[in-house]
Every structure is written in C-alpha cells, then in structure tokens.
C-alpha cells in the first residue's frame, strides 16, 4: 500500500537490442546513403566504374592512356571553342572541386560568423550549399535557405560573405543571374523542356557570384559598329564574366551618374560608337548638349543632326523643339500605335546631355532653368512611347540637383564619392545587393554597375575605352544625313485633327452664398455687361 506522501519512482521499461540488429541497422543506414549519393552524382560513379575496370582489364596502362587521351582532346576543344570548353568541361569539374576543397571547409565558419545560420530546437541550422557552377572568372554558388529568410538577408551582408571566401567582389541574385539561352535545331524542343526545369522559379533558393579573377582589369576595345543597331541590344561592355552586355535603348531613358575622371565619356561615346550606322543611314538623329563649351563632344560634331555647347538659350530651344517633335508625334500615332518604330522617315531621337546638372541646378538664370526643367520634365515622362529619349550623364545625383531622378528607368553608376550616392542612381538598397561604386579603385575608369528596370540586381561592367582616333574615324566613315536638322519640318505635315467637343452645360446646384449677396452680385454683373 502506498498513502500520501510517498516517493514512486516510475522506470520504464527497457527494450534491448541484439548486437546483430544494431550492427543490421547501421550498415542499411550507410547502405542508403551510399545509394542516394550515387543517384545523385552519376557521372562521379561511372568514372570510378569506368577506371576500376579498365585497371582490372590492362593495368596502369588502361588508366594512364585515357588520361592522355582526354588532355589532348580537352586541349583541342578549348583551341577551337573556349567558351563551350569551359560550359561543358572546365566549368562543371572546377566547380567541383572548389565546392568540396573551398568552400565546404570554411562553409558553417562562414555561415556563423556572418550571421545567416540560425537556430532551431536548440540545434544549428545553416543554409544549405546545393551546388558550385565556375567559369572563367565567376563561381556561382547556388544556396538553399533556411526557412524563414529571404535574400535580402543575404544581400545585406555580401561584402562580409566576399570576404569570408578570401574575394573582394560578391553579389546576391534571388533569380538565376543567367538568361536561359536560345534553342534552335533539331533538339530544340527536348532541350527546351530541360531548360524550363533548370531555370524554374525557386524562392527557396539564392546565387551568390563570387569573383574569382576580375576579368575588367585590362582595358575594353571598342565594340564594331553594326550597320543596321539594334536598338534593343546595342554592345556597350564587357561583363565579369567575359560576356557582352548591351543596352536596351528602345522606350526608356538612361541616366549615367559618377565623379569626376570615372569614365562617363566611355559610356557616352560607347553608345554613340554603336548607333553610328543608324545615324549614317538617317535611323537614330541624336541632338547632343555639352554645357563644356564643347569639350566632350565637339570632336564629333558631324555626326549630331543638332549640337549645343556654348548658349544656354539654344540649349534650352532644343529642348523645346524634342518637346514639339514629342508633341506631333504624340496626335499622329495616338490610336495606332502604343510604342514607336523608329524608321528613317521618322528616325528615332537621342537627345544626349553631358553634365546635366549645369542644366538643371547650377544655371544662374532662374528663368531659363525653369523652362528646361520643364521641357526635360515632359521628355522623360512622355517622350520614351514615341522616341523620343534622354540619355542624360552627371556627377550630383541628389534631388534637389536633379529633381526627375526617378524618371530614367535605366541607370549606370560608375565611380561615385560617398556610399549613399549609389542607392540615389541605382534605387535604395542597391549598395546592398553588391553595388559598390564608391569603392572603385584607381584603374577602374569605365567601370560600373548597370541596373534595368525590373531587376534589382545590379550587374558590375567595364565600359569600352573610345580614343580621340576613333572619335575622328567615326565623325569621317558616320556623318548624319545633310538633312539630319530639318526633323522639325515633320511637325508641319498633316495629321487628324483633335476634334473639337462642345461645352456641355454645367448644371446649376445650390449656392454656396447666400441669396442675399448672390442677388447683389448678379446685379452688378448685368450692369457690367
């Protein structure tokens, strides 16, 4: 019997294992994970398969004999076709082996210590490291995260992971960085259906780019000027990873902010360099302000249908004839047309401004500033549909310098002074994301960062390098058209007019004074009249 206040202590029951059921247990254990790992690197199984049994069949010879084989072959795919050497061959194997004797090693150290492994049930959890992809500059890491966090927990310490892995430049992508490519052929439709599983949305994971070897030291060539641009890829630069990435001009503005000595020219007669056989041919009339005197751009003054340097007035004219050349084509298209095609009897126009600022903060004449606010104002909220566009460089990019910040869908930053700067030309958060544009080094001239609308992600480029003997080559084989000025006489040719709607009479409600002083008021008025 038991009465209150008695201690029971309850043991459970304890059910022991034979010794042959613990040792049975383990070894399925390690047997389905030796099957799940082979299931899941195949081509590591076949390799070992394949060089255990020609050991077994020829010796030393049956291993050292394809060895060579394979060098000699690699070496020859990578004489004829570099980059299909390093998609299909390099890559995957670098990427290998620097996933399990890099980053695996440092990989819960790095996690830890930059503040993304958490904690659940009183046990760690880190982000999961899925797989390394290498080229010939980049290593993308692609990472499933730990339930709960987002990529911008990632992106808010991308220096510290660039550094934690022994490089100085990273990013943080939430979609694969890479296009899907184009499939043509044959195996187009096979091929097509595997890159929709491969380039699949997936919010559970993140690319971190880490830049293994930065492939924008050595200056970039210019690029060759097509005869017909395409205006929705024109070649302006060179990606980190040896790729060319081009500008989508069409419908949208550019703004081009850095400090002094940063390299904006690159940008700017980059993209003059690529539209000069459409300027030629009478396709692109680009309308250039240089509030230098000249300095920039007097050099190839053949090749603007409309140029100035030196008057803030004829500047300011200019804009006002883009703003009437917008406002015809405005009532010619409207009902027809959403988007403008630009064709050589109704060319599209580049109006291109250097120092924009002088233009916009530092003018001393109140008046004048007002009126080329307000025709810029106009363009770059209206003028993208009918094509006519702004690709507008400065140093300031405040808003009280420019106050229509957020109206240039596409932006570049190359070097700038203070860390706040980037997040005013790319977007807030931007320096976040990896765009470290303050942080240029001194041989970094041309080099930037390029945001386009709808992606966050910025994308770091080196602009190619113009000289002075270009600039002359392109003025003598590019000049515009000797009718390239007279784009103003298309405002004079017939179109609908807007029909004229008679006034609807406004119906009288009740007075808002009273009787009294409205009666006094109607008398006087029939007096007046």
């Not at 819960?108 to 290498?134: I, K, Q």
């Not at 096979?190 to 949305?201: H, K, Q």
């Not at 409309?306 to 004829?314: M, Q």
């Amino acid at each position: 019997m038991t009465t209150a206040g008695d201690l029971l202590v309850v043991r459970p029951k304890r059910f022991v294992l034979p010794m042959w059921a613990v040792v049975l247990g383990m070894v399925l254990r390690w047997f389905a994970r030796g099957c799940w790992w082979c299931l899941r690197h195949p081509f590591t199984v076949g390799l070992v398969v394949l060089a255990v049994v020609l050991y077994a069949d020829y010796g030393w010879a049956g291993l050292v004999v394809p060895l060579v084989l394979a060098s000699a072959v690699s070496a020859v795919w990578r004489w004829r076709d570099e980059a299909s050497w390093w998609r299909w061959c390099a890559g995957p194997l670098l990427g290998r082996f620097r996933q399990v004797f890099v980053y695996r090693r440092a990989w819960r150290e790095a996690m830890t210590l930059c503040g993304l492994a958490e904690t659940y049930d009183r046990r760690p959890v880190l982000p999961e490291l899925l797989r390394v992809r290498s080229d010939q500059a980049l290593d993308v890491l692609t990472i499933r995260m730990v339930r709960g966090q987002t990529p911008a927990d990632f992106q808010q310490v991308t220096a510290n992971l660039a550094y934690a892995f022994g490089r100085r430049h990273a990013r943080v992508y939430s979609e694969r960085p890479d296009d899907p490519p184009t499939r043509t052929g044959y195996w187009a439709l096979l091929l097509g259906w595997v890159d929709r599983v491969r380039f699949r949305d997936r919010p559970t994971v993140v690319y971190l780019v880490l830049v293994r070897t930065d492939a924008l030291r050595p200056v970039v060539a210019p690029f060759d000027a097509p005869a017909v641009p395409d205006l929705t890829a024109l070649p302006l630069a060179r990606r980190e990873d040896l790729g060319t990435w081009s500008l989508h001009l069409l419908a949208t503005h550019v703004l081009i902010g850095g400090a002094t000595r940063s390299g904006k020219g690159s940008v700017l007669w980059s993209l003059v360099r690529s539209l000069a056989g459409g300027i030629t041919s009478g396709l692109v009339r680009l309308w250039v302000i240089d509030p230098k005197g000249g300095m920039e751009f007097a050099m190839g003054r053949p090749l603007f249908a409309r140029f100035a340097c030196k008057s803030f007035e004829a500047m300011a004219d200019l804009l006002d004839e883009a703003v009437t050349v917008m406002r015809e084509r405005q009532t010619r298209l409207a009902g027809r047309v959403r988007v403008h095609t630009p064709t050589e009897a109704d060319p599209l126009v580049v109006v291109v401004i250097d120092e924009m600022a002088a233009l916009t903060a530092y003018l001393q004449d109140v008046e004048l500033r007002k009126r080329i606010a307000g025709s810029l104002g106009l363009l770059l909220s209206q003028g993208a549909g009918v094509g006519v566009l702004v690709v507008a460089a400065l140093q300031d990019p405040r808003k009280e310098v420019l106050p229509f910040r957020d109206l240039f869908p596409t932006r570049i930053a190359l070097g700038l002074t203070e860390a706040a700067q980037v997040d005013l030309v790319l977007g807030d958060g931007a320096r976040n994301r990896g765009a470290l544009a303050d942080q240029m080094p001194r041989w970094a001239k041309g080099v930037g960062y390029v945001i386009l609308d709808g992606t966050p992600e910025p994308m770091r480029v080196r602009f190619s390098y113009v000289t002075d003997d270009h600039i002359r080559d392109l003025a003598r084989e590019y000049p515009a058209p000797a009718d390239a000025a007279d784009i103003l006489a298309q405002v004079g040719r017939e179109s609908t007019p807007e029909p004229v709607r008679p006034a609807l009479p406004r119906q009288r409600r009740g007075p808002l004074l009273p009787d009294a002083l409205r009666n006094i008021l109607d008398a006087d008025g029939g007096e007046s009249r």
